[in-house]
């Protein structure tokens, strides 16, 4: 079983920048898909981006889309949420998960493909 660990939320002024991180223990991910949720109070999860098992291919939210970039070090079983040009509207709880399965050659952005969670690190963007 795999245990995630995020690191790196906090308080941000709006149009500032904050990096998040992600890190595996108790095996590898360097097999596995790798995504960011949100959830904001009283809202429903959300997905942000999403990483391939290589870190060829990603995929973003429109709502980040510009703004977010999701990257990974395979060799520190680490994935990165950079964060720029941040708006009020990008505060919640930011999770980070584990595709269920390995090696899948299409880009998954439905939490239900993810088995593995973090307990979530908390972005807070003051207008």
């Known amino acids: 079983q795999v245990q995630l660990v995020e690191s790196g939320g906090g308080l941000v002024q709006a149009g500032g920048s904050l990096s998040v991180s992600c890190t595996a223990s108790g095996r590898t991910v360097s097999t596995y898909g790798m995504g960011w949720f949100r959830q904001a109070p009283g809202k429903e999860r959300q997905f942000v981006a999403a990483?391939?098992?290589?870190?060829?291919?990603?995929v973003y939210a429109d709502s980040v889309r510009g703004r977010f970039t999701i990257s990974r070090d395979n060799a520190k079983n680490t994935v990165y949420l950079q964060m720029n040009s941040l708006k009020s509207e990008d505060t919640a709880v930011y999770y980070c998960?584990?595709?269920?399965?390995?090696?899948?050659?299409?880009?998954?952005?439905?939490?239900?493909?993810?088995?593995?969670w973090g307990q979530g690190t908390q972005v807070t963007v003051s207008s």
């Open positions: 990483i391939d098992w290589s870190g060829g291919k990603t």
């Open positions: 998960a584990a595709e269920s399965r390995p090696y899948r050659l299409v880009m998954r952005t439905t939490a239900a493909d993810f088995g593995s």
